[in-house]
């Protein structure tokens, strides 16, 4: 047979692709909305932690350009600079030395809660919309996030019911400690990599036991341990632990601390499976250790001994212990709270361990009630050390220190730990809590008795009193034109140092919203941050004031006029050399523009008028 004609494969392949397309659009299409139906109660919790995390920040909606957090306004500022610094890296402008502030030493971004891995994902809507949007959209997704992570690994890892799930997950994300820290500290409410680092390390000593009981069958079968599984999740929490490390080492620090406590007490209530499963988790442990220090050694190594590292902390750990009573005391950020519960802590953004007497008392019982289960010993043994820590180095009750000394006293002194607040140790107790509170209500789900109705009802009670309520709001003052019209470059380049009148500082550090409207364009002097400024070069907020801008700071506190000659001239051109300085700018809502505005002139002549400005090239 000679026939030309062509077989059914090579007629038309061109109607094949397009056949083969539309049954996977149509394979999409009917994967999808089963994904959602299957999905829908998860779906649904997500929805509401996200429209709680919104109601709780509503006060900076739909202006977050004019709002700002009432209670840490400070701390606000200095982490919209951060997001508009981090930035910067994707228009190739990146440091972990940043010259963009405290001109010309520069800021250490390792040594400072900068946030790095969320300032550089959310860069495009930071380039687009501003830092402060960006942070009002962190500080309400960190809430619904780590609500929403810790859900999941109740009901998928403990296998809980979801209703079980739903409520530990809300007293993560939406507990007093978390609630108070969203007041400016992003690094401290960006807990969501926390339960991915738990499941990990769960999946590990899992994977390392070789006398695991498999999937489906009621007892364990003698195997090997599982070494993909192994492998695998060392290289997950490799980059668990990581991402974490640029996102907030502090709440890193706390879960490994609690993690360590957790493994020593299971590992005391399950001797089989530590003598089974040692050997294969230490070396997981090593594997993962290993990967992320490949990718983190110059990081930690540039954060306590490269250009403007620090190696200690700088903050009392006696200043910033808890008072003992606030443990059974409702935060004032609590529906139930009062504004005179405020002075059991150094401020509104460290109510960490007031989770009030409803909750310790029905957490006990709880405890309690749920039986002597191994996770259970484990959290209340994690519970106990970690209370006990955030009561730092001396007890104290009712604002009055009692000379008891506290467990935090010794290891007060180690390396990396005095970096730590003792009172935020009290945030590994939501978690905690949560987890005793999410067995309890599991098991009485799963009963028929009283307890079936009882229990959530009495978690819920508990609850209750801590619910929190909106985080007070106030309106910002706006940045000057000269800055949001993009004025400021008719007299410093992009990348140039500016120096605004007064200088930034730790405690008003309101000019540096002035880079933050415009991307960090340009660096100024000083400012709010930490670096080797303390005796001995130790960690200090902000750096030394220069001998003009202290003669400015005081015109700006004071209103007097002082007396200037050829010596504080002299002085001001030499540290207008030293900042590296293109400009000095005065905007007209300065504390006492008039008298600041006649100071400046004596010392580096006659003004430019640049919209609502005065400038001065130098």
């Keep these: 047979m ?10 038309a392949p061109d109607q094949a692709v397009r056949l083969a397309d539309q049954v996977n659009r149509r394979t999409r299409a009917v994967r999808l909305p089963a994904a959602v139906r299957r999905h829908r109660a998860d779906l649904l919790v997500a929805l509401l932690w996200v429209v709680l995390a919104g109601w709780l920040t509503q006060g900076l909606w739909p202006d977050p350009g004019g709002r700002t957090l009432a209670l840490n306004p400070e701390d606000q500022a200095l982490y919209e600079w951060f997001l508009a610094v981090d930035a910067r890296a994707l228009l190739g402008d990146f440091s972990l030395l940043t010259d963009l502030l405290n001109a010309p030493d520069g800021v250490n971004l390792m040594a400072n809660t900068t946030v790095i891995a969320l300032g550089i994902v959310c860069a495009p809507i930071t380039l687009l919309l501003g830092a402060p949007v960006t942070f009002a959209l962190l500080a309400a997704a960190n809430l619904a996030g780590t609500a929403l992570a810790w859900y999941l690994l109740f009901h ?5 019911r979801r209703l079980a799930a739903a409520l530990g997950g809300g ?3 939406f507990g007093p400690g978390i609630v108070s820290q969203t007041n400016s500290h992003l690094h401290m409410t960006a807990q969501w990599l926390v339960p ?12 390392s036991d070789p006398g695991r009981t498999p999937a489906g069958s009621a007892r364990a079968l003698p195997s090997r341990p599982d070494r993909r599984r192994m492998i695998s999740s060392a290289a997950g929490l490799a980059a668990a632990v990581t991402a974490q490390v640029f996102i907030g080492e502090e709440v890193l ?6 993690l360590l406590v957790m493994a020593i007490s299971y590992a005391v209530a399950d001797r089989d499976l530590a003598r089974r499963a040692l050997p294969g988790f230490a070396g997981g442990m090593a594997i993962a250790a290993g990967l992320a220090l490949m990718v983190l050694g110059y990081p930690l190594w540039f954060q306590f001994a490269g250009p403007q590292g620090v190696a200690d902390g700088m903050f009392s750990p006696s200043y910033f212990s808890a008072d003992l009573s606030s443990w059974w005391t409702i935060s004032p950020l609590s529906i139930a709270g009062s504004d005179q519960a405020s002075r059991l802590t150094t401020g509104p953004a460290e ?6 007497w409803p909750l310790l008392l029905v957490t006990a019982a709880c405890a309690i009630w749920t039986g002597r289960r191994r996770l259970v010993f484990a959290c209340v043994v994690a519970g106990l050390v970690m209370g006990a820590l955030s009561l730092g180095p001396e007890v104290v009750l009712g604002g009055t220190r009692t000379a008891l000394p506290g467990p935090y006293a010794l290891l007060a002194g180690l390396p990396v730990v005095d970096g730590a607040l003792p009172m935020r140790f009290g945030l590994a107790l939501l978690p905690i809590v949560a987890t005793l509170l999410v067995l309890a209500v599991d098991r009485a789900l799963r009963s028929t008795g009283r307890a079936r109705r009882l229990v959530p009802l009495a978690v ?3 609850l209750l009193p801590i619910f929190p309520a909106p985080l007070p709001t106030a309106a910002r003052p706006e940045v000057p034109e000269f800055i949001t019209a993009g004025h400021w470059k008719q007299c410093v380049r992009p990348g140039g140092v500016l120096v605004p009148v007064p200088l930034p500082t730790p405690k008003e550090p309101w000019p540096m919203r002035w880079a933050v409207a415009a991307n960090a364009g340009f ?9 080797p400024y303390g005796r001995g070069g130790t960690a200090a907020m902000g750096t030394f004031k220069q001998p003009t801008s202290a003669l400015l700071a005081d015109v700006a506190r004071r209103g007097d006029l002082p007396a200037i000659g050829d010596e504080q001239r002299r002085q001001a051109a030499r540290d207008t050399d030293f900042w590296g300085a293109s400009c000095v700018a005065l905007a007209d809502d300065a504390p006492h523009a008039d008298a600041l505005r006649a100071t400046l002139e004596q010392l580096y002549g006659p003004a430019t008028r640049i919209a609502d400005a005065w400038t001065w090239r130098v």
């Design 156 to 160: 998928r890892m403990l296998r809980t």
């Design 460 to 462: 819920a009670a508990a």
């Design 196 to 207: 991915v680092i738990v499941w990990l390390v769960v999946r590990l000593l899992r994977a």
């Design 253 to 258: 620090f706390l879960a490994a601390v609690t």
């Design 351 to 356: 109510y960490n361990t007031f989770l009030g």
């Design 2 to 11: 000679s026939s030309a004609a062509p077989t059914a494969p090579d007629a």
């Design 171 to 173: 007293l993560c994300g």
């Design 523 to 531: 660096g100024m002097p000083e400012g709010f941050f930490i670096g």
